[in-house]
């Protein structure tokens, strides 16, 4: 089994790079006035594509100075030079004559710039400042050159401080690591042949690998604890394997699927680039998931009584020790005080949850960049000089009816200009058959605002169709209007995603465990952690003191993605405790028929691994907070916190207060579904013993 995982990593490695492709995002929303104000501007404005770099100059002497501006044309002549740069447009100055702001061109969208081009303009800009000039850059291809970090390498760090501290054997830690760090390397390779095929953006292989390394580490880890226990128990290394693999490995089976259940329901929202984060994902938990039933079993078996080898003196605890009495103690009393304990844990919830009311949709632009980059002193220059909404301007395609549209053209400008809310209008751009044109519009408002999602609705709404009477055909497009396409169409597919992946995973749950109450209680218990999480990160983006922590020291929007894909990765991630926790008390209850007894001896015999996957998780998660992409770092706490809030509140208190509460309906199941129902048992007893007593 070992060769042959290491045959499959050699050959990926061979072949893997042949076939790879480069990674790309279309951000634009399927069937939007957007994407078809893209496709126009493609197909009638070739070597452009519509978007552009922003070049903003400051000088004292005033913009216009003739030695100012012989500095800016040579620095604009070399852009113009660079791959993927088109032309510049015409300067525009600002009233005060100190800021002037001209546009690259772009002949390629900007997420498709080569990342050089990206950081020679930079080079050229700070060359060329000084003296009395500043000269800063925009746009999203200078975004990406400024980003930096490598969340998977400090995940990977961190979770191996953790392993150390709660198991204290170098080899027991180094199991679990090297099977996060060969599915990692799989997954990574892997997902550049994904590439080639469909759209894979280039932020999905940082998510895939935290997931990776956060799930496979996990499952690792139950595995192996489950190991460990029967070795102390007295069975021999090949048995403990058997058994291990028998208990904890269907939990790992089941567990995955569901994370994969919910990370392929981002099909369901008709967003393109999801797509790839979607497969990209669920192949990396794929892979950690396959290693971890078939390559460490093979490890665990090769290692036997070795596996509690390099022992660190004062780390770690042998299994059954303190650890799981101390957590069965606490588990009897929740189950003493189930009534309490169930509406404490329920308010505090409920109440992280409240801030999510208040969220606010839209993509983190420049001006939420770090101070200091030259992104955000861009911005900075651009609403001085010009206003907000010159930093995320509208693009108008319109498709003529004749090669002479002059009149309709200068009408739709004009009641362009005057629309509230509008402060600039740029001449009608013309194409070389002339049967197209492009409009410049910049809002008076920011890129965020809601005034400016309302101006975008009015002008597709109320402003434009009386002149397209005329023949002509318009279309409003740009970032901006991109971003509010998504939102809106994210926002009405929601509650499509939500309830198709509870839903799958209730039948999913079901199918295992036997049990209605139980499948429906982790789905509500999931969703109350999900809510949490949404709560937390309506905190971060707000700014403020806790935001500064996370280096967000200005209010932002959330991407419209975000949501359903932290949904995605939290239902399932819960579900990995859920089905750890929960298998385990089943286990004990088909042993003896007693709900109280297996509650707390479930809890006793799993806490210590949940304890410590959770603390790796959030790691894991937090790690992400090392990135510069606000939506990232946005991600990460979101994700950290519910993971955080899962292992605590829910499985510690939710829990054990709820299985109390219920009694003998935990494992009630009509006859009729009985027999219709699949077997997916996830303990290993081909015929359960039918309960004698029932606790109270």
Known sequence: MVLAWIAV???????????????????????????????????????????????????????????????????????ERLEGIADAQPARLSRDGTI???????????????????????????????????IELGGPPI??????????????????????????????????????LFGLGLSVLLIGVLAALI???????????????????????????????????????????????????RSVLIAGTTVVISFLGLFLLGVSFLYGVALSVSLAVLIVMAAAVTLLPA???????????????????????????????????????????????????????????????????????????????????????????ANGPLVLAAELPAAAADEELARLAERLRAEPGVAFVSEPR????????????????????????EL??????????????????????????SVIDQSDLVGSRLPLLIGAVVGLSFLFLLAAFRSPLIALKAGVMNLLAVGAAYGVLALAAEGGSFGQLLGIDTEAPVPPFMPVM????????????EVFLLSRMREEYLGHGQTGRAVADGLAKTARVITAAAAIMVAVFLALAVGDEIFLKLLGVGMATAIFLDATVVRMVLVPALMQLFGRANWWIPRWLERKLPRLDVDARADPPVPVTEET
Do not use: K
């Open 199 to 249: 759209d894979v953006p280039g932020f999905a292989p940082a998510i895939a690998g935290v997931v990776g390394i956060g799930v496979g580490i996990d499952y690792a880890l139950l595995i192996l604890t489950r190991f460990r226990t029967a070795l102390a128990s007295g069975r021999e290394p090949r048995a403990a394997v058997a058994e291990a693999v028998t208990t904890a490995g």
């Open 100 to 134: 002037a702001l001209a546009r690259l061109e772009l002949d390629r969208r900007a997420l498709d710039m080569p990342a050089g081009t990206s950081m020679r303009l930079i080079e050229l800009a700070e060359e060329a400042s000084g003296q009395g000039l500043r």
């Open 566 to 577: 932290m949904f995605a990765v939290l239902f399932g991630l819960s579900m990995d405790y």
């Open 456 to 481: 975008v609705h009015r002008l597709r709404d109320d402003v434009i169709p009386p002149i397209e009477t005329s023949g002509l055909e318009v279309h409003v497009g740009g970032l901006t209007a």
């Open 430 to 453: 013309l194409n070389d058959a002339g049967d197209a044109a492009l409009f410049t519009v910049v809002p008076a408002s920011a890129p965020q605002d809601q005034a400016t999602n």
């Open 299 to 389: 490890l665990l078996a090769s290692a036997g009584h070795r596996v509690n080898r390099l022992h660190i003196p004062g780390l770690g605890r042998a299994p059954g020790a303190d650890g799981g009495r101390l957590a069965g103690r606490w588990s009897r009393f929740i189950q003493r005080r189930p009534w309490p304990a169930a509406i404490l844990a329920a308010v505090v919830l409920l109440a992280l949850a409240a801030p999510a009311l208040g969220l606010r949709f839209g993509f983190p632009d420049a001006g939420n960049d770090q101070e200091g980059t030259t992104t955000r002193a861009a911005y900075e220059l651009v609403s001085r000089g010009f206003g907000p909404g």
């Open 9 to 79: 990593f050699a050959a990926a490695v061979v072949v893997a790079p042949r076939l790879a492709g480069e990674f790309s995002t279309e951000f634009a929303t399927a069937g939007s006035e957007s994407q078809a104000a893209a496709h126009l501007i493609a197909e009638r404005f070739p070597g452009t594509s519509g978007d552009t770099i922003e070049v903003v100059w400051q000088a004292g002497a005033g913009a216009r100075d003739p030695a100012v501006l012989d500095r800016v044309e040579r620095f604009l002549e070399q852009a």
């Open 143 to 180: 975004r990406n050159a400024q980003e930096g970090g490598s969340p998977e390498v400090v995940g990977l760090i961190a979770a191996a401080i953790i392993l150390l501290v709660a198991f204290g054997s170098v080899v027991a830690v180094g199991l679990p690591i090297a099977i996060a």
